[in-house]
Protein backbone atom coordinates (compact mmCIF):
# COMPACT_ATOMS: atom_id res chain seq x y z
CA UNK A 1 0.00 0.00 0.00
CA UNK A 2 1.69 3.62 -0.28
CA UNK A 3 -0.28 6.61 0.08
CA UNK A 4 0.37 10.26 -0.25
CA UNK A 5 -0.22 13.75 1.36
CA UNK A 6 1.85 17.06 -0.04
CA UNK A 7 5.35 15.70 -0.21
CA UNK A 8 5.66 13.33 2.07
CA UNK A 9 4.77 9.50 0.92
CA UNK A 10 4.11 6.29 2.63
CA UNK A 11 4.60 2.68 1.63
CA UNK A 12 3.75 -0.35 3.78
CA UNK A 13 5.02 -3.70 2.75
CA UNK A 14 4.62 -7.39 3.97
CA UNK A 15 7.55 -9.74 3.66
CA UNK A 16 7.32 -13.63 4.13
CA UNK A 17 9.65 -16.19 4.80
CA UNK A 18 11.63 -17.32 8.07
CA UNK A 19 11.22 -13.95 9.59
CA UNK A 20 8.35 -12.50 8.49
CA UNK A 21 7.56 -9.03 9.06
CA UNK A 22 6.28 -5.87 8.51
CA UNK A 23 7.71 -2.84 7.33
CA UNK A 24 6.86 0.78 6.81
CA UNK A 25 8.72 3.73 4.98
CA UNK A 26 7.95 7.26 4.52
CA UNK A 27 9.75 9.33 2.86
CA UNK A 28 9.87 13.42 2.08
CA UNK A 29 9.90 15.05 -1.34
CA UNK A 30 11.59 17.55 -2.76
CA UNK A 31 9.97 19.79 -5.64
CA UNK A 32 11.66 17.61 -8.44
CA UNK A 33 10.11 14.15 -6.73
CA UNK A 34 13.55 13.25 -5.62
CA UNK A 35 13.55 11.78 -2.00
CA UNK A 36 15.17 14.17 0.37
CA UNK A 37 14.41 12.01 3.61
CA UNK A 38 13.62 8.40 4.30
CA UNK A 39 12.29 6.97 7.74
CA UNK A 40 11.52 3.31 8.19
CA UNK A 41 10.60 0.99 10.69
CA UNK A 42 10.48 -2.96 10.76
CA UNK A 43 8.33 -5.36 13.39
CA UNK A 44 8.78 -9.28 13.17
CA UNK A 45 4.91 -10.86 12.57
CA UNK A 46 4.48 -13.43 15.75
CA UNK A 47 3.80 -16.81 14.26
CA UNK A 48 -0.01 -17.82 14.61
CA UNK A 49 1.08 -20.63 16.52
CA UNK A 50 2.93 -18.16 18.91
CA UNK A 51 -0.18 -16.04 19.36
CA UNK A 52 -1.86 -15.27 23.28
CA UNK A 53 -5.16 -14.14 21.63
CA UNK A 54 -8.07 -15.88 20.43
CA UNK A 55 -8.21 -13.06 17.43
CA UNK A 56 -4.78 -13.42 15.71
CA UNK A 57 -3.45 -11.30 12.87
CA UNK A 58 -4.84 -12.31 9.39
Not at 28 to 35: N, P, V
Amino acid sequence: MILSSGDLVMAHSHFFGEQERVVFDWFRLDEDAKITEHWSVAQPITPLDEVANSHPHS
